[in-house]
């Protein structure tokens, strides 16, 4: 493969950002994957930082709206993708804080009673752990979980019915 010079990695960046939001991590990787030197790779991701193609902040935001409504996913597994792909916990923080919770529950509703519904010839204790475990899982925390599921098994949950 052709190696690509510094102008050309750059142009190939700024369109790839420009299409999607993009984390910093991943840029350098797939700048680095080029066989560009790693001072060439610091200075392409500085410049994409300083002309605002790459921005942390942005990306985590825009991470987490998607995982929350496409994948369904709760704030634990969000934070530790989150954290896999480099961003700052500060970042992190802010972002998963700007979840609005009532589209965070709603979610969380649907998801749990879309799992029960798979569940076919489980008596009533095996499919509400089978639901928890489902849950916890996704990276929904149990705090949260527990009175979602209370509504749809109405039970009433003590220590003994969660396994």
């Not at 510094?6 to 999607?20: F, N, Q, T």
């Not at 489902?134 to 003994?160: H, M, Q, T, W, Y």
Request: proline letters at 1%; aromatic letters at 8%; one cysteine or more.
């Amino acid at each position: 493969m052709k190696e690509k010079t510094e102008s050309e990695a750059l142009h190939r960046m700024a369109a790839y950002c420009s299409m999607k939001e993009c984390c910093v991590h991943d840029v350098r990787k797939k700048v680095s994957a080029m066989g560009l030197d790693g001072d060439v790779v610091e200075r392409i991701v500085k410049r994409l930082v300083d002309e605002r193609f790459l921005d942390d902040s942005r990306f985590a935001n825009a991470f987490v709206k998607d995982k929350l409504r496409f994948n369904k996913w709760g704030r634990i597994k969000i934070g530790y993708e989150l954290r896999g792909k480099g961003v700052e916990a500060s970042v992190i923080a802010n972002a998963i804080e700007s979840i609005d919770e009532d589209e965070y529950m709603s979610v969380l509703q649907d998801l749990l009673k879309a799992k029960k519904h798979t569940l076919r010839g489980k008596d009533e204790r095996a499919a509400f752990n089978c639901v928890l475990r489902f849950a916890v899982g996704r990276g929904f925390e149990s705090r949260e979980i527990l009175p979602c599921l209370k509504k749809i098994f109405s039970v009433d949950v003590d220590e003994d019915f969660v396994e």
